[in-house]
């Protein structure tokens, strides 16, 4: 389906300063439904930092965020709910298999059907290897397992921070043909990534951010 009108995620003024450094300055920025939205810029522009706080784990000084219409200033827990997100490199129990880590984030999610967990495997290319431990994964396959972690609640929103990160030219390919399946089956996806390249192939938006603020 084409991107709709619907915002998913809108953010205004958000700003952050580590003491007398603003590190986001105050970025406006709005992801509409069905759409993948490139966020780009060199180590240091303040791509995470915007994330960790849209997720509420860092604390603005200033702005505004809705999550599918909802001001997280209201509280988090219900628009958290219906995002889904990897930041970075995910972290799994090495010596449980990729499924039973994934059974572990259904349990402590609640509410996943039965099903789910054989499906998200399904569309991260993982059937066959859900067996095997964690440990024994390539880099490439940790962060499928990753991102099948974070769409186990069918997510409205998925946000991927530098997804490619450590990976080799055969893992990025693995990922960014995920990222595209998923685009193509509807998801809405945020692709935090300092790599032109990628961002180029995948996103149908993109905003260049440097020093903390858009420039492009
Ligand atoms: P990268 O691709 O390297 O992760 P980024 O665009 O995600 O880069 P951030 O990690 O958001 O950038 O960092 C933006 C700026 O904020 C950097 O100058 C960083 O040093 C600074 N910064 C981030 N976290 C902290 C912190 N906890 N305390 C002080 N400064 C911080």
Redesign the pocket.
């Given at each position: 389906a084409p991107p709709s009108s619907e915002i998913v995620l809108r953010v205004s003024g958000l700003t952050k300063k580590?003491?007398k450094?603003t590190?986001?300055d105050g970025l406006d920025l709005a992801v509409r439904r069905g759409e993948v939205f490139g966020f780009l810029?060199?180590?240091?522009?303040?791509?995470?930092?915007?994330i960790a706080m849209i997720l509420g784990l860092v604390a603005s000084h200033a702005g505004r965020i809705e999550i599918l219409g909802h001001d997280v200033a209201q509280g988090y827990g219900p628009p958290l709910r219906r995002v889904g997100a990897i930041v970075?490199t995910p972290a799994y129990y090495p010596y449980l298999s990729g499924r039973d880590n994934l059974r572990l984030i259904a349990l402590a999610r609640g509410g996943i059907p039965a099903g789910r967990i054989a499906d998200v495997l399904a569309m991260v290319g993982l059937r066959g290897r859900e067996r095997d431990r964690f440990s024994s994964y390539s880099l490439g396959m940790k962060q499928r397992l990753g991102i099948a972690g974070a769409l186990l609640h069918e997510p409205e929103l998925l946000i991927l921070?530098?997804p490619s990160n450590g990976l080799d030219p055969a893992g990025m390919v693995e990922i960014r043909e995920l990222i595209l399946r998923l685009a193509r089956e509807g998801q809405t996806i945020v692709l935090?990534s300092?790599l032109l390249a990628e961002v180029q192939q995948v996103c149908d938006r993109v905003m260049i951010?440097a020093g903390?603020r858009a420039v492009a």
């Open positions: 580590y003491g450094r590190v986001v810029g060199p180590n240091g522009a303040g791509k995470t930092t915007a970075e921070d530098e935090c300092h951010l903390g």
